[in-house]
């Protein structure tokens, strides 16, 4: 559902619930009907998509032209959660405020919103950034209403505590897949902060690279110590041309410097920071 990557596996989910305890779901889910009877019904099972960089959990609402596709993306190592939306129409490219409420008992919670210009795309294709505290109890929602300016979209969520589950595991995946502890994050109060991009301006564009007219998306693994110092740099998803790839890393072991993560003791404490990197020349 993300253009420009292409899943490995998908799994599927119905919640553990739908079959079992029937007796004592039909309540809930009456309720989360009454609170708000506008949501709309899921129309497949839960997805979870295994990307090169990150896990994406999705479902259908609606059909043919009136289908609306609902996600969630987390890169393992973002601190920010990024809300999908497909909606049926013409593609437009905009950016605007944002809202996610978890119904029945949440509370607005503001971020921001961009739709690029995809083109090819069947429909519109929105995503939304949030703090990650926003879906804090996402797990015991009903329903969950995405507003983007004036336009609102409610979505029913029956079955979403298993489908976070295996979201997790699909993390938990990713980071073995990349020679990281996943238990390293859940150690973590603060994660690694900075701003390494701007170490990677047009000035800093690997000359090689300009000479193949080579441009691209170069994600890396950096290891950062206790100080905030470099200590590694792998290239887990490659822009396809080398000099990029080696350029990025370069940069990376010789200017960037970032705040180390902290754990609960308030501690600083050695770990792992996912650097995406585009790579564009002028005028493209």
């Not at 497909?86 to 921001?112: F, M, N, Q």
């Not at 969950?144 to 969520?157: F, S």
């Not at 073995?176 to 390494?196: C, F, L, M, Y």
């Amino acid at each position: 559902m993300n253009p420009g990557q292409v899943p490995v596996a998908k799994h599927f989910f119905c919640g553990t619930a739908c079959v079992r305890h029937r007796r004592m779901m039909l309540p809930l889910l009456l309720l989360a009907a009454m609170t708000d009877p506008a949501a709309l019904a899921p129309t497949n099972k839960w997805q979870v998509e295994y990307a090169d960089s990150m896990c994406v959990l999705s479902r259908d609402y609606g059909s043919g032209d009136d289908k609306v596709t609902f996600g969630l993306r987390i890169s393992p190592t973002n601190m920010r959660r990024e809300v999908i939306l497909i909606t049926p129409g013409k593609a437009t490219s905009e950016r605007g405020v944002a809202a996610i409420t978890l119904l029945p008992d949440g509370h607005p919670v503001t971020g921001t919103y961009w739709r690029p210009p995809l083109s090819g795309s069947a429909g519109n294709v929105a995503t939304a950034f949030f703090e990650e505290a926003a879906l804090d109890g996402v797990d015991k929602a009903g329903a969950i209403d995405i507003r983007l300016d004036k336009e609102g979209h409610t979505v029913a969520v029956p079955g979403i505590a298993g489908a976070l589950a295996a979201l997790s595991k699909c993390q938990d995946d990713l980071l073995k897949s990349w020679g990281i502890d996943p238990t390293e994050r859940q150690r973590e109060a603060v994660h690694v902060t900075g701003n390494p991009a701007r170490f990677f301006g047009v000035t800093a564009y690997p000359p090689a690279a300009v000479a193949a007219h080579a441009q691209g998306r170069v994600t890396s693994v950096v290891g950062v110590d206790k100080r905030g110092g470099v200590t590694s740099c792998t290239v887990v998803v490659s822009s396809g041309n080398k000099p990029l790839d080696d350029g990025t890393c370069r940069i990376i072991r010789e200017q960037v410097h970032l705040v180390p993560a902290r754990d609960k003791d308030g501690n600083a404490m050695a770990s792992h920071y996912v650097l995406p990197v585009r790579w564009a020349l002028p005028g493209s």
